[in-house]
């Protein structure tokens, strides 16, 4: 049996390559409530308060590739269903709109894209006790989000920003082949798979819900992105300490895949060419 990774594994920060940096930046802190954490020539890293969430590497002429394997979205995490009232009353007074929004069970989740189209999920766990279970998988659905429900709940403050306690709670991946993308990340790394969908794999550590989809829904088969497509360049596997990254190192070279070092740390790519940092706390 493959040794499991630690419970204790969560996703950090994601990378985009963008077009236009000055535009998205604006965008994440204004619409979305990120916080600017650093600047530097050519790249901004936003957040909150205390976290680095996202990196935006300036690209220019770069070009967009959406059928390729990728980012489908990154998920912010808020911290209660108020939070998340109080982000959707937000955007519905700056003029956005939506792409979609879900009761997905174990989360309830609202759904946007950036003007280049890069996926954003905004959404709130529920309890885990009210998670569906079938023996150890969970039992995610697609049902309609209780708007009015999640708005009830938003308490009459002004909005500034997004809320103390926000993560990264998971990362979905598009990829050409799941069986693939499964055999990298719960084979080799160590993850569980949570729950099969048609086209979409689930995974994670821990028991949560998932910290990682892959689906094949716009990407069957594509090869990698090259290095001038714009979107994802890397999202990290955040590591408890040193000695599990070490650990986790030698399996991924036990299974013959190139690490590359990078200054955020060790760097595989999966099978469709998606590129894993593997950071620690």
């Known amino acids: 049996m493959t040794p499991k990774i630690h419970p204790d594994t969560t996703v950090g920060r994601v990378s985009l390559k963008v077009a236009d940096l000055d535009r998205l930046a604006d965008y994440y802190q204004t619409v979305i409530g990120f916080t600017l954490r650093d600047q530097t020539a050519g790249q901004v890293t936003l957040g909150t308060a205390n976290e680095d969430i996202l990196v935006l590497i300036e690209s220019r002429g770069g070009r967009a590739m959406p059928n390729r394997p990728g980012l489908y979205h990154f998920a912010i995490l808020l911290p209660s269903r108020p939070a998340l009232g109080q982000w959707l009353k937000h955007l519905a007074e700056s003029g956005y ?5 879900s009761d997905h069970a174990v989360s309830e989740a609202l759904y946007l894209a950036d003007p280049e189209g890069n996926g954003i999920e905004v959404y709130r766990d529920r309890p885990r006790a009210e998670w569906p279970l079938v ?78 989809g892959a689906n094949v829904w716009h990407s069957a088969g594509a090869a990698p992105r090259p290095p001038e497509a714009l979107g994802l360049h890397a999202f990290s596997i955040v590591l408890p300490d040193e000695a599990e990254r070490q650990r986790l190192v030698a399996k991924i070279e036990a299974a013959g895949r190139p690490i590359e070092d990078t200054a955020d740390g060790p760097l595989v790519r999966d099978p469709a060419g998606n590129g894993v940092v593997l950071g620690v706390v």
């Open 135 to 212: 023996g150890n998988e969970v039992q995610m659905t697609l049902d309609p989000l209780d708007f009015e429900g999640v708005v009830a709940e938003v308490t009459p403050t002004a909005w500034a920003g997004l809320p103390t306690g926000t993560t990264l709670g998971h990362i979905h991946l598009q990829v050409n082949d799941t069986h693939q993308a499964e055999a990298f990340y719960v084979d080799v790394l160590g993850f569980d798979l949570m729950q099969r969908y048609p086209g979409a794999s689930f995974i994670s550590a821990g028991g949560y819900h998932h910290h990682l």
């Open 97 to 101: 709109r939506l792409q979609g929004a």
